[in-house]
């Protein structure tokens, strides 16, 4: 199988590690274990002692029961088996996309978005059509293109809500109409919703999975979390005919989750309140500081995000997207993700939820490479 490399992938793989102010991050600042242990209130010692006296077997194949119905508590009116449990958002998305995608099959995708979501449809010899996401309709869906890019023949439409990396978010009103559409040709939705729960206001959003039957969500500890390194993730369908396809991929994919990752998925979205409390603050704290740095620099633009963790921030000067972000890398160590590495030039991707201080010194030093470009 061929498949066009995975740029932001790539490109996170290559510096990441070397930076000092991290400011393409997309997870709101990420807890240590002792955190949240004592941000859910429970005995330090006797959880450690539960887990080093556990036995490292497969554990539960398809999900430990009490991570699933905490998983469930996200949702209204899903059940603990309409969850399968991956290896990060990015094994859900990678496990729906082999199950049901095949060759000759019509996709319909959004752009911006996770690579995953057109490049592998691409690569099981889909035909995929694209749509970009414009920043004069604050990178909403334009409903009349995409109601002419869906026919009889699209198997699957696959969209990113909360977007990253611009932070739109699609109104339950617009996903109204994209299901309409999508019942009217017997499509299926793929909606990543790793940001879902991040919304500025506050406010409840719906899944696909409680729009449309033939709906799938998928998700993670990562973003909204902060616990990407439990490497946990999952999909949610109410189709039951799909779960059972599905779960058959698994099986040649996944096999079981860690059975220590699971214990403390399950404790932090028992706690789900507490950490998104932290959470939800650390985001409107920081994307004001954005947003006035945004405001006071005439040469930067961008669409104030709605949700999630990241935004789309568009540069006036001469230079490609990756230049200025190795250059910006070389300047001090300040690192963000080039536009380019989601088809769009002239933009980088900025990680606002960063802690407080990293946000305020890598905006300094981007203010201070810029100088350089004028």
Same mark, same amino acid.
């Given at each position: 199988?061929?498949?066009?490399?995975?740029?932001?992938?790539?490109?996170? *793989?290559?510096?990441?590690?070397?930076?000092?102010? *991290?400011?393409?991050?997309?997870?709101?600042?990420?807890?240590?274990?002792?955190?949240?242990?004592?941000?859910?209130?429970?005995?330090?010692?006797?959880?450690?002692?539960?887990?080093?006296? &556990?036995?490292?077997?497969?554990?539960?194949?398809?999900?430990?029961?009490?991570?699933?119905?905490?998983? %469930?508590?996200?949702?209204?009116?899903?059940?603990?088996?309409?969850?399968?449990?991956?290896?990060?958002?990015?094994?859900?998305?990678?496990?729906?996309?082999?199950?049901?995608?095949?060759?000759?099959?019509?996709?319909?995708?959004?752009? +911006?978005?996770?690579?995953?979501?057109?490049?592998?449809?691409?690569?099981?010899?889909?035909?995929?059509?694209? &749509?970009?996401?414009?920043?004069?309709? /604050?990178?909403?869906?334009?409903?009349?293109?995409?109601?002419? &890019?869906?026919?009889?023949?699209?198997?699957?439409?696959?969209?990113?809500?909360? *977007?990253?990396?611009?932070?739109?978010?699609?109104? /339950?009103? &617009?996903?109204?109409?994209?299901?309409?559409?999508?019942?009217?040709?017997?499509?299926?939705?793929?909606?990543?919703?790793?940001?879902?729960?991040?919304?500025?206001?506050?406010?409840?959003?719906?899944?696909?999975?409680?729009?449309?039957?033939?709906?799938?969500? =998928?998700?993670?500890?990562?973003?909204?979390?902060?616990?990407?390194?439990?490497?946990?993730?999952?999909?949610? =369908?109410?189709?039951?005919?799909?779960?059972?396809?599905?779960?058959?991929?698994?099986?040649?994919?996944?096999?079981?989750?860690?059975?220590?990752?699971?214990?403390?998925?399950?404790?932090?979205?028992?706690?789900? /309140?507490?950490?998104?409390?932290?959470?939800?603050?650390?985001?409107?704290?920081?994307?004001?500081?954005?947003? /006035?740095?945004?405001?006071?620099?005439?040469?930067?633009?961008?669409?104030? +995000?709605?949700?999630?963790?990241?935004?789309?921030?568009?540069?006036?000067?001469?230079?490609? %997207?990756?230049?200025?972000? =190795?250059?910006?890398?070389?300047?001090?160590?300040?690192?963000?993700?080039?536009?380019?590495?989601?088809?769009?030039?002239?933009?980088?991707?900025?990680?606002?939820?960063?802690?407080?201080?990293?946000?305020?010194?890598?905006?300094? *030093?981007?203010?201070?490479?810029?100088?350089?470009?004028?």
């Amino acid at each position: 199988m061929k498949i066009k490399p995975f740029k932001v992938e790539q490109w996170m *793989n290559e510096y990441e590690m070397d930076a000092i102010y *991290n400011i393409a991050e997309t997870c709101v600042d990420s807890m240590s274990l002792s955190e949240l242990i004592q941000l859910s209130g429970v005995d330090r010692e006797s959880l450690l002692d539960e887990i080093l006296d &556990m036995k490292m077997t497969y554990g539960y194949i398809t999900g430990n029961p009490r991570l699933k119905d905490a998983i %469930a508590g996200l949702y209204k009116g899903i059940e603990r088996d309409h969850i399968l449990t991956t290896n990060g958002g990015i094994g859900a998305n990678n496990l729906v996309l082999n199950t049901i995608v095949e060759p000759g099959d019509k996709v319909v995708s959004i752009i +911006p978005t996770y690579q995953q979501l057109y490049s592998i449809p691409e690569s099981l010899g889909a035909e995929v059509h694209v &749509m970009y996401l414009q920043k004069e309709n /604050d990178f909403l869906p334009d409903m009349k293109k995409l109601k002419e &890019m869906v026919d009889g023949d699209t198997k699957i439409i696959c969209l990113n809500n909360p *977007n990253n990396p611009t932070g739109a978010l699609i109104p /339950d009103q &617009m996903m109204e109409e994209i299901v309409t559409l999508a019942k009217s040709v017997d499509a299926y939705i793929l909606c990543d919703e790793v940001y879902r729960g991040l919304n500025q206001d506050g406010s409840y959003h719906k899944s696909i999975v409680e729009l449309y039957d033939k709906g799938i969500g =998928t998700s993670s500890m990562s973003k909204v979390f902060s616990l990407a390194g439990l490497r946990l993730g999952w999909l949610v =369908t109410g189709d039951e005919e799909l779960m059972e396809r599905l779960f058959s991929h698994r099986d040649y994919s996944i096999i079981s989750c860690g059975v220590v990752d699971e214990v403390f998925g399950a404790l932090a979205l028992e706690n789900k /309140d507490k950490v998104l409390g932290r959470n939800l603050k650390i985001i409107r704290e920081n994307l004001k500081i954005l947003d /006035d740095w945004i405001n006071a620099h005439e040469r930067f633009s961008y669409v104030k +995000p709605i949700a999630g963790t990241t935004a789309l921030v568009f540069y006036d000067y001469d230079i490609s %997207a990756f230049e200025f972000c =190795t250059g910006l890398m070389e300047h001090s160590k300040t690192f963000v993700t080039p536009g380019s590495c989601f088809e769009y030039e002239n933009s980088f991707r900025i990680g606002y939820a960063a802690s407080r201080e990293i946000l305020i010194e890598g905006l300094k *030093n981007l203010e201070d490479y810029c100088k350089g470009l004028e």
